[in-house]
């Protein structure tokens, strides 16, 4: 009795001893910091501040260490006393410049969002090309003017213009369903760079968050909720290049902030004809502090473009002299488009942890493309120039509720969310044209409707050290195809319920170290016109994913991270130059891995790199004739960046992609490049001048390449070989920017 007595004691002298420590983290100016990490060096216990800076951390004990970290902000050590636990304590974060030091590894899903961060604040984007290429591993190619959305590739993909990723900027998708080019089509240019706030991204499809086009994984952009100041910038270049960027700010206190943002781009670019392109950019975005710890974010953007294009031309036309590296076959190609954008975003604290968040968009968008692919291939006279068109409405929304509760024993943290996305998509047109309006015969021409609801739930199961975060998702799809070249009213219908679970677990003993194991089953949809005249067949085909890897602060100024993946899909899509069309091709597999590394030598200089290899093949045809067009085995990007050195800044990149197959056999090569870019700039006062220079060495690169069948106007016959559209030479630009 004795024993059991003194076992109880002590018993309840632990629990007494282990509390609940909460408290507010603010900013020097009392505003609440937002997602502040609170680690408990003792215990390995940890937690994130809320939208209002609060925190409840479990199972603390008088005399443990506590930090708190967040980016942009000096970390800080509290030790826990007796009176630490008689009410909630304050913490003010004091304002830093974003470092290394300041990334906390706890057991997050995505913690490597983190380290993007710091390159983001460190070396910010500078161009709509550098929006993408902030995410480690993942490559972009222009190839039409620089209007059209960027080709990308991503872990062993040629995703095309989105297939297999899915994009969004503050919750609202970019990416394209049915779209007139090819399907997933994602065009950022809507987004001003300078509005970037945050990146986060997941490879691989182990987001619940994230449903259609998410298999080599997703990017979310948030655009800033406020300006620290106001600033006009105009920049000047080689090609007739001129930007102006305007960034003012309307209203700011305490419970409301507003901004606007324009921008207005040229350029004639290095080609024998003009690009003559041109994109006006404008964005509004207003946020207010509503009573009930609830916040509204209205956003409001445009944006329009149109630029003439040399196409991408064939290497025999360059080696028998007909035409020079930066000439044309068909200097007719080109486009225009245009996006317009109303998004409201609202959140609302709910008692303890508990949250609600809303998102609601609309988009009005119009796109115009002219193409030739092959020449004279199919029409000896007049030419094989398509015309893409459509008009579309997007409207959608989606609502999600989060909790978190606390246990002795385990946490235990959920969102569960439900939406809807319907696309109104009118005149989804693909015509045979000559010199662009003078339409020959039209090949495809109709209306297409198409919903996709769904719900997810997203589960996080805390063991200290140890998490476990299972996670479903359930996508509903109607697929709605009105066909107006059928000379009877012709309009079909399909639909598909698709199911996608995650599992994943992460392991983070301390601050500096995350092992991770994920586990998921994601998809893209097909396009409406190709799954009603197919009767539903490959409609949401799946992907198998798996990724093994870790994280490691080896130092307070160095990170290194590795994973080793695998991704199965049920089925490829294949760009089809000749056609403009994306197709499927069968299954296929794709190992890989990934490795990157972060350093911060000293307070202003930063060194990161990421290099990535995969070995892709298609798993139904013969060894020597699998290969994934295009699909790049290995690349790497890094650079150097410095940040405020006597009042410089700026830095030195590259990025290199190995040759490539560009057919099945791999008998054609889409060769490999390495291109370095500088740029270096000054602050004086409200002043900063910039210059920047792309492919500092004046390589000879194609930026996109594919093996194509054309055939000239004097050819007698079509020869299949590498078109290609050369990559930008020597380029220079000059800027200024006032801030006020």
């Known amino acids: 009795m004795k024993r059991i007595f003194l076992m109880g004691l002590l018993l309840c002298f632990g629990i007494a001893q282990s509390q609940s420590l909460k408290g507010k983290v603010v900013d020097p100016n009392n505003n609440p910091l937002e997602n502040v990490a609170v680690f408990d060096r003792n215990s390995g216990n940890h937690t994130h501040t809320d939208s209002s800076g609060k925190f409840s951390l479990e199972n603390v004990k008088e005399n443990d260490n506590i930090s708190f970290s967040i980016l942009g902000f000096t970390n800080f050590d509290y030790s826990v006393s007796a009176v630490s636990f008689s009410e909630p304590i304050n913490i003010t974060l004091d304002e830093a410049a974003v470092s290394l030091e300041q990334v906390t590894i706890t057991p997050e899903v995505n913690t490597l969002s983190q380290i993007v961060a710091v390159d983001l604040k460190t070396a910010p984007v500078k161009s709509s090309q550098e929006i993408l290429r902030k995410v480690p591993g993942l490559f972009i190619g222009q190839h039409a003017g620089g209007g059209k959305a960027e080709q990308i590739f991503l872990r062993g993909f040629d995703i095309d213009h989105g297939t297999d990723i899915n994009l969004s900027v503050d919750g609202m998708p970019v990416n394209m369903v049915s779209h007139a080019h090819g399907q997933g089509y994602s065009d950022l240019h809507f987004v001003i760079p300078e509005t970037i706030e945050k990146i986060s991204f997941g490879k691989g499809p182990y987001n619940a968050e994230y449903g259609d086009f998410a298999t080599a994984g997703y990017v979310a952009f948030k655009t800033l909720d406020k300006l620290d100041k106001s600033s006009v910038s105009v920049e000047y270049g080689q090609f007739d290049a001129f930007r102006t960027v305007g960034l003012f700010n309307l209203l700011d206190n305490q419970n409301s902030h507003a901004y606007v943002a324009a921008s207005l781009n040229s350029f004639n670019g290095p080609f024998e004809s003009p690009q003559n392109f041109n994109r006006f950019n404008m964005m509004a975005k207003y946020n207010l502090n509503l009573p009930d710890n609830q916040k509204l974010k209205l956003t409001a953007s445009h944006f329009q473009s149109k630029w003439d294009a040399s196409g991408q031309i064939p290497q025999r036309s360059i080696d028998n002299g ?14 225009n488009t245009s996006r317009t954008n109303f998004l409201i975003n609202h959140s609302k604290l709910l008692l303890d942890n508990k949250k609600l968040t809303t998102n609601a968009y609309f ?3 119009e796109f115009e493309l002219f193409s030739n692919f092959t020449f004279f291939l199919e029409d000896p006279v007049n030419g094989d120039q398509i015309a893409q068109r459509e008009k579309r409405n997007i409207l959608g929304f989606q609502t999600a509720f989060s909790d978190k509760i606390n246990s002795e024993s385990f946490d235990f943290a959920y969102t569960a969310g439900i939406g ?8 989804d047109e693909l015509s045979h044209v000559k010199n662009r309006y003078g339409i020959l015969d039209r090949l495809a021409y109709g209306n297409v ?13 805390g063991f200290g050290d140890f998490k476990i975060n299972p996670a479903v998702r359930l996508d509903y799809f109607k697929f709605d195809y009105e066909n107006k070249l059928s000379p009877t009213y012709d309009n079909r219908s399909e639909s598909k319920v698709f199911a996608s679970p995650k599992l994943n677990f992460i392991y983070s003993p301390n601050r500096d170290f995350q092992l991770f194991l994920k586990t998921g089953i994601g998809f893209h949809s097909n396009d409406s016109r190709v799954v009603t005249a197919n009767s539903g067949e490959d409609i949401l085909p799946a992907a198998y994913g798996a990724d093994l890897g870790g994280i490691y602060k080896l130092t307070d100024n160095l990170i290194f991270n590795t994973a080793f993946w695998a991704l199965f899909l049920e089925q490829e899509f294949v760009y089809v130059g000749d056609a403009g069309i994306v197709e499927p091709s069968g299954k296929t597999r794709r190992l890989g891995v990934d490795f990157g590394l972060r350093y911060e030598a000293t307070d202003w200089l930063y060194f990161y790199g990421d290099a990535n290899y995969t070995y892709a093949r298609s798993t139904e045809e013969a060894k020597g004739e699998d290969y994934i067009p295009l699909a790049p085995d290995f690349t790497s990007t890094g650079g150097i960046a410095i940040e405020n050195l006597a009042n410089f800044s700026g ?4 990025r290199y992609i190995k040759d490539r197959p560009a057919n099945e056999d791999n008998s054609i090569i889409a060769e490999g490049y390495l291109v370095t870019d500088f740029n270096i700039n000054y602050t ?5 001048f910039g210059i920047a220079v792309e492919n500092l060495f004046d390589t000879d690169w194609n930026e996109t390449q594919f093996a194509t069948e054309s055939r000239l106007f004097d050819e007698p016959e079509s020869v299949e070989e590498i078109h290609f559209t050369p990559g930008t030479p020597f380029f220079l630009r000059g800027k200024v920017t006032v801030n006020f």
């Open 322 to 335: 007909s035409i020079g590296r930066f000439g044309a076959i068909d200097d007719t190609e080109g486009g």
């Open 363 to 365: 988009s009005h968008y």
């Open 420 to 427: 809807v996305r319907y696309d109104d998509v009118n005149n």
């Open 449 to 461: 409707d198409q919903i996709n609801s769904f719900a997810f739930l997203n589960t996080e199961f």
């Open 651 to 654: 830095g030195l990149n590259y």
């Open 684 to 688: 004086f006062r409200n002043f900063v």
